[in-house]
């Protein structure tokens, strides 16, 4: 019976990583793999990529990492390299180091457990990094993605949801997020399955950890304060275990404002990370012309 461990998300937040490290050496796991994210959202990036290297678990490359190294490249739009919102984007790859940077290009798009083959993992789908597998796939589309991988098990990451689906075809599995859950559950989050490649059982972790601390690193690392008005945001994300950024980008674009820190508390009398899809509707909904517009 082989029994591996896989998580994700950890985004730059070393002390959800480890607690997950001691939860998992009482595990007893043969083999660890990492489903992306190591980095991005978080002021520890650098510190995180050590702790993986120095476990030797194999990695994938998320859509945080390809943030990151095109901000290093000078990859992204011009503005993005002076305006406030992406300043936290550019602290954060700016604290990762050379040997950082070439150990983030080396990573694969996806990963078989050697002691597990039947398993796949990917970051959010078999065929990008950037898109998600959440609750609200259809059954349908998830009948694709595992007919596209060949595999009885797909496991993927992204959404920060765990998420387990199973099909006459086989199993779709969402690790959930070490460092940054969506899911109302502020612990640190992640995988564990057990079994024959014909038959594997997940189990869903959940660990708890000192936020008080990673609050403290964002503080006194520089980040908060270097990282405007998304370092704010990413805080609330972790005391609520709920996206915050993401929609005040949405809302503020929506409204015409500038995406700076001035916005917060505007925006947070308009949202309701209870009610998201009722907030993004009404984001597309036609707004009524300003008064005094032409």
């Known amino acids: 019976m082989a029994r591996i461990a896989v998580l994700s998300d950890v985004h730059g937040n070393l002390p959800a990583l480890e607690a997950v490290i001691s939860d998992l050496d009482r595990q007893g796991v043969d083999e660890v793999l990492v489903g992306g994210?190591?980095?991005?959202?978080?002021?520890?990036?650098?510190?995180?990529?050590?702790?993986?290297?120095?476990?030797?678990?194999?990695?994938?490359?998320?859509?945080?990492?390809?943030?990151?190294?095109?901000?290093?490249?000078?990859?992204?739009?011009?503005?993005?390299?002076t305006a406030e919102v992406w300043s936290a984007a550019r602290w954060m790859?700016?604290?990762?180091?050379?040997?950082?940077?070439?150990?983030?290009?080396?990573?694969?798009?996806?990963?078989?457990?050697?002691?597990?083959?039947?398993?796949?993992?990917?970051?959010?789908?078999?065929?990008?990094?950037?898109?998600?597998?959440g609750p609200w796939t259809s059954d349908g589309r998830m009948q694709e993605h595992l007919e596209s991988v060949e595999r009885s098990v797909l496991v993927c990451a992204r959404t920060r949801r765990p998420l387990e689906r199973r099909?006459?075809?086989?199993?779709?599995?969402?690790?959930?997020?070490?460092?940054?859950?969506?899911?109302?559950?502020?612990?640190?989050?992640?995988?564990?399955?057990?079994?024959s490649p014909d038959d594997i059982v997940a189990g869903f972790r959940?660990?708890?950890?000192?936020?008080?601390?990673?609050?403290?690193?964002?503080?006194?690392?520089?980040f908060l304060t270097a990282g405007g008005a998304t370092a704010q945001l990413l805080l609330l994300e972790l005391r609520q275990a709920a996206p915050f950024l993401v929609p005040f980008m949405a809302w503020t674009r929506s409204?015409?404002?500038?995406?700076?820190?001035?916005?917060?508390?505007?925006?947070?009398?308009?949202?309701?990370?209870?009610?998201?899809?009722?907030?993004?509707?009404?984001?597309?909904?036609?707004r009524p012309a300003r008064r005094g517009a032409r």
């Open 206 to 222: 959940c660990v708890e950890y000192d936020l008080e601390e990673t609050f403290a690193i964002c503080a006194r690392s520089g």
């Open 93 to 133: 790859a700016d604290e990762l180091s050379d040997s950082d940077i070439l150990y983030l290009e080396s990573l694969p798009l996806s990963l078989q457990p050697q002691a597990l083959p039947g398993v796949h993992l990917v970051h959010g789908t078999p065929e990008s990094n950037n898109h998600g597998i």
């Open 37 to 81: 994210d190591l980095v991005g959202r978080g002021p520890q990036g650098s510190a995180v990529l050590a702790r993986v290297r120095d476990r030797g678990w194999r990695s994938i490359r998320g859509n945080h990492e390809d943030y990151l190294l095109a901000f290093r490249r000078s990859e992204v739009p011009r503005e993005w390299m």
């Open 167 to 195: 099909f006459a075809a086989g199993t779709i599995l969402n690790t959930g997020s070490v460092g940054l859950p969506f899911n109302r559950d502020r612990r640190a989050q992640y995988l564990v399955l057990e079994g």
């Open 255 to 286: 409204e015409g404002l500038g995406q700076g820190v001035e916005d917060i508390e505007a925006f947070l009398s308009a949202y309701d990370p209870e009610n998201q899809r009722e907030f993004f509707e009404s984001l597309r909904r036609p």
